[in-house]
């Protein structure tokens, strides 16, 4: 009797385990053959960073039923690359539930590195203070997991009051500056920003604007050369541009438009990277299926070219995509 019990306690336990281990995904490899990258799930709003020797893709999860016209997003997906075409799906990273003050919509995001930790900062609904907000997790790997930083929003709907509805408060987008400082930039209708002190979870100072020529959303803020650059979604259904200042506090010169309308898609939200001496552009559309594109999103990667003073020359969309880096 007392085997029995021994017996049945194992099995329940290698049962129990075997349960867990069926919810946790392991790494998938995915060969890219072409634009978009990833055909198995869809993936919006992609943002990317570089860390030792590879290229580390986040993005948001498309999960609406077919043919819904409606944003369906609960969490983030990460994928690794060391050659732009060789793929590693990591298991999600996080969700919108590890946020206790948020109750929905895993929005456009970014992670950054600094001192050897990773912050990812998110968009999403607030559960008590009407509109969107914006959020800061923190890892020690930038595959997760990642946790909240803070246990409140960064950024609430009641704090910018420029614009006058309830979603201005989306699309964060950060970059370090070679002195230290590190900066918060996002919006939707006005382009925010501010200071973000050395903790990366606290804003370090007073939030300002940036007036951008039809300025709609999805900006995206990097330096090269000694050149800031400022990209955002323009106009709706959305192409991207540009503007460009020796200053990261400006005044930003518009430049024009970086890339169209990406396909079958009214949304555009662009990452720009520099990865083993060649620049690319990464952003999304709606190729993968025939209706309601603009909920069912696809990253994509094409090449991006600076011409001799410092301006982009327009990003040309393939289906070819980029090639293997060696």
Not at 59 to 70: L, Y
């Amino acid at each position: 009797m007392k085997i029995s019990k021994h017996i049945l306690t194992l099995t329940i336990a290698l049962g129990c385990l075997t349960s867990v281990q069926a919810k946790i995904k392991p790494d998938t490899v995915i060969h890219a053959t072409g634009n978009p990258i990833i055909r198995h799930e869809y993936t919006a709003d992609p943002a990317a960073m570089v860390y030792k020797g590879k290229v580390y893709l986040y993005t948001g999860h498309d999960e609406a039923p077919a043919n819904q016209n409606g944003y369906v997003m609960h969490n983030w997906t990460c994928f690794s690359s060391p050659d732009m075409v060789t793929w590693t799906e990591h298991p999600s990273p996080l969700n919108v539930k590890n946020f206790s003050w948020a109750k929905a919509d895993a929005w456009a995001s970014q992670v950054i590195e600094r001192d050897g930790k990773f912050y990812w900062y998110v968009a999403v609904e607030h559960a008590t203070i009407p509109g969107k907000a914006i959020g800061v997790a923190v890892s020690d790997s930038p595959l997760g997991p990642f946790k909240d930083a803070r246990g409140t929003a960064l950024v609430t709907n009641d704090m910018t009051t420029v614009a006058k509805h309830p979603w201005d408060d989306i699309d964060p987008t950060v970059i370090i500056d070679k002195d230290g400082q590190a900066y918060l930039f996002w919006g939707n209708g006005v382009c925010y920003y501010a200071k973000l002190k050395a903790n990366m979870t606290e804003l370090d100072g007073p939030i300002k604007t940036i007036s951008l020529p039809h300025y709609t959303e999805a900006p995206w803020i990097h330096e090269h050369n000694g050149w800031y650059y400022l990209s955002y979604a323009y106009e709706f259904p959305e192409k991207i541009a540009y503007a460009m200042s020796r200053n990261i506090n400006g005044p930003y010169v518009y430049k024009g438009i970086l890339n169209e309308i990406a396909g079958n898609s009214n949304t555009n939200h662009q990452a720009i990277i520099e990865f083993k001496g060649k620049n690319y552009f990464i952003y999304h559309n709606g190729a993968l299926v025939p209706d309601a594109g603009s909920f069912h999103r696809s990253v994509c990667i094409d090449y991006l070219y600076y011409n001799k003073d410092g301006t982009i020359k327009r990003v040309v969309m393939t289906s070819e995509g980029v090639k293997k880096v060696k």
